[in-house]
C-alpha cells in the first residue's frame, strides 16, 4: 500500500478545501498553477500513486487513468487502474524518469489518511509525497509539489480502514483532482505557447 499520512509536508499556497465545497475546483486549480509557475518549460510528469486493489488507494490511479482520457500534451502520466504505481514499482518507475526526461517536474497524486473532520478535503503543497507513510513503509519521496486527498481516518488498522473506505468518497475526489489537474495544466500549456511564439516575432 502507498498512503501518506494527512500532515503538511511543505508550505501551502491553499488550505484544504473538501472536494463538495462550490469553490473546490477553483481552488484547487489556482494553488496548482501557482506551483506550476516555478516550473518553467520543464517536462510535466504526473505521478499518480496507489492501487486497484484497496478501495482507499485507489484514488491516485483513479486520477490517473481520467487524465489519460484527457489526452493531455506535453503531461506524461504514470500510475492508472491498467498500470498503477505502487510499492513494488515505485523505485523502478521513477527510475524510468530520471531517464526519460532531462529535469521533469513531478506532481505527485496520493491518498491520505487524516481526522474525521478532514475526510473528503484536497490539499495541495509543494515538495514531495511520502508514499506508505501512513502504514509505516519507508519509499523514496516523490515529486516537486503533491496533491493529496485525505480518504478515510488514520490512527488504527490501517489497511483495514482503507479496504473499507467508500468508495464514493475516493471517486469524487479523483473527480475534481483529475478536473483542476486538467485546467492548470491546459493553462500552462497555452501560456509557453504563447511565450515561444512572442520569442519567436
Not at 483532482?177 to 504563447?194: E, G
Amino acid at each position: 500500500m502507498n498512503l501518506n499520512r494527512e500532515k503538511p509536508l511543505a508550505r501551502q499556497y491553499h488550505q484544504p478545501i473538501h472536494y463538495l465545497d462550490r469553490h473546490a475546483c477553483t481552488s484547487v486549480v489556482s494553488a496548482i498553477r501557482y506551483y506550476l509557475s516555478g516550473a518553467g518549460q520543464n517536462d510535466l510528469v504526473i505521478v499518480c500513486i496507489g492501487t486497484d486493489r484497496s478501495t482507499g488507494d485507489a484514488l491516485g490511479p483513479l486520477v490517473g487513468t481520467q487524465l489519460e482520457s484527457f489526452l493531455l500534451p506535453e503531461a506524461a502520466i504514470y500510475g492508472t487502474l491498467e498500470n498503477p504505481v505502487h510499492a513494488v514499482n515505485l523505485q523502478e518507475t521513477l527510475s524510468t524518469i530520471k531517464v526519460s526526461y532531462r529535469r521533469p517536474f513531478i506532481i505527485a497524486v496520493d491518498a491520505c489518511l487524516g481526522q474525521q473532520q478532514n475526510i473528503g478535503k484536497i490539499c495541495v503543497s509543494e515538495g514531495p509525497v511520502l508514499p506508505g507513510a501512513g502504514v509505516n513503509k519507508k519509499l523514496e519521496p516523490v515529486g516537486n509539489i503533491n496533491i493529496t486527498g485525505v480518504v478515510n481516518v488514520s490512527g488504527f488498522m490501517e489497511y483495514s480502514v482503507l479496504q473499507s473506505t467508500r468508495l464514493s468518497i475516493v471517486i469524487n475526489l479523483s473527480k475534481v483532482i483529475s478536473k483542476s489537474l486538467v485546467r492548470a495544466i491546459l493553462s500552462r500549456d497555452h501560456a509557453n505557447l504563447f511565450s515561444r511564439f512572442k520569442s519567436n516575432y
